[in-house]
């Protein structure tokens, strides 16, 4: 079955980034700029960044296959990713995106076996522990990454 990837119109518009916004954060993406919690602006329109106490059923409860982010609030690749992950969020409406702090989830990172941020896997019900792809890509790599993760899970 192949993902629904939807381009979105441009979001120069306010009320567009607003309405974009409070989609992202209505169950589409959980993630927000960067991958620090103490940014109250980027917070006021995104939803929390996962961490140890709530990332494994955010993660394996979903019905939607996951793409997990492992992110660092002090990592400059990790600020790189977020608007990619924005964008791919909006386009692909079939998974669901989440950030993982890695310094409030020493043991999601052991779980999952990262060694290095930025790291993204996706999983779903037929996929407990994806391949691994790490490190900044374009959103044109990132995509092909999700396609490919998405039929090699569901084949």
Known sequence: MPLNRHLQPCRTNPRIKLVSALLLT???????????????????????????ANAYHAIYDSKKPVLVEFC?????????????MTQLAAEFTDVRFVRVDTDKAPQTMQMFEIETVPTFILVSKKCKHGKQLTGVHT??????????????CHD
């Open 139 to 152: 959103k044109d790599e990132l995509a092909a990454f999700i396609q490919e993760s998405y039929a090699e």
């Open 72 to 84: 660092a609030p002090w990592a400059e690749s990790s600020k790189q990713t977020a608007p990619i």
């Open 26 to 52: 209505t169950g589409t993406a959980l993630f927000a700029s960067g991958c620090s919690t103490s940014d109250k602006t980027a917070n006021a329109n995104n939803a929390e960044i996962l961490n140890d």
